[in-house]
């Protein structure tokens, strides 16, 4: 697999489209999300997800297929990421980037990425949660994942103000 996995996806980009913006992210996920309904489950159940609970945080893993493709959300807050095993090729609307194990990095608020996968990757990713969130997965996605990039921002307006 080599590093230029994204370049089919990106050479269906109209002409002058940026692949390292928002809109590129999103037009990524919907040439993703044409793909026939069973090719896009059965690349969900290739990722599984494992989660863990310590105080106040949650941390989520990821095992991801060599050769895979996925979309992730749109995140409300900053968070850290750990490459525990693998490479992978990620675009994000701040660029384009290959991503070798054993690497820490922090996500920006508001990132989504369109992940190309070249070798069998385990990724985790920390988020700080409240003690009622804790065990409940699904409590922590609602709060820290936006829907779409206008939903972010207009959080993100509301969170600026005094």
């Not at 230029?4 to 993703?32: C, H, T, W």
């Not at 525990?84 to 994000?92: E, F």
């Not at 820290?144 to 103000?161: P, S, V």
């Amino acid at each position: 697999m080599s590093d230029n996995m994204l370049a089919p996806l990106l050479d269906q980009l109209p002409e002058g489209f940026d692949p390292a913006s928002r809109e590129g992210v999103m037009y990524m996920e919907k040439i993703l999300r044409s793909l026939p309904q069973e090719v896009q489950d059965e690349g969900l159940a290739a990722f599984p997800n494992g989660h863990a609970f310590a105080d106040n945080v949650y941390g989520r893993s990821m095992s991801l297929p060599a050769g895979g493709l996925v979309v992730g959300k749109i995140h409300r807050y900053g968070h850290f990421n750990v490459l525990l095993k693998g490479k992978c090729v990620v675009l994000t609307e701040f660029g384009v980037e290959r991503l070798e194990a054993p690497c820490m990095f922090i996500s920006k608020p508001g990132t989504k990425r369109v992940v190309g996968v070249i070798e069998d990757t385990e990724w985790i990713c920390f988020h700080g949660i409240t003690p009622a969130e804790a065990g409940n997965p699904d409590m922590i996605e609602e709060r820290i994942i936006c829907k779409t990039y206008g939903d972010f921002d207009r959080l993100q307006q509301l969170e600026d103000k005094p």
